[in-house]
């Protein structure tokens, strides 16, 4: 059972930049809906020009910086795994946010 995990982790380990970028952006897929009826919350006293221009700068700038910013740190959480179950533990990670996206309606 160890050879076929550590197989798996062998098969994603070049590729562990890309799987945190894919990561974060799931995580952003599913709950960004959150964050844009907050951040309406929050600006819906204002003019619509300024409450435009902050969405467009904010789902533009804010989520693109948030996905370069988290995504060595997610590596860097995948590092942390003790080889052997690193694999295994991205593809957990995939079906949990898989079955948090189903939870969220979204599939």
Known sequence: MQEILFKLTKLLQPYYMEVAMTLVATLLVVYGDVVNKHLKRMLSPYHFILRTL???????FGYGAFILFATPFTRQLILLVPSTYQGISIVGTFLLLGYLAEQRRYI
């Open 54 to 60: 902050v969405f467009v700068l904010i789902c533009a």
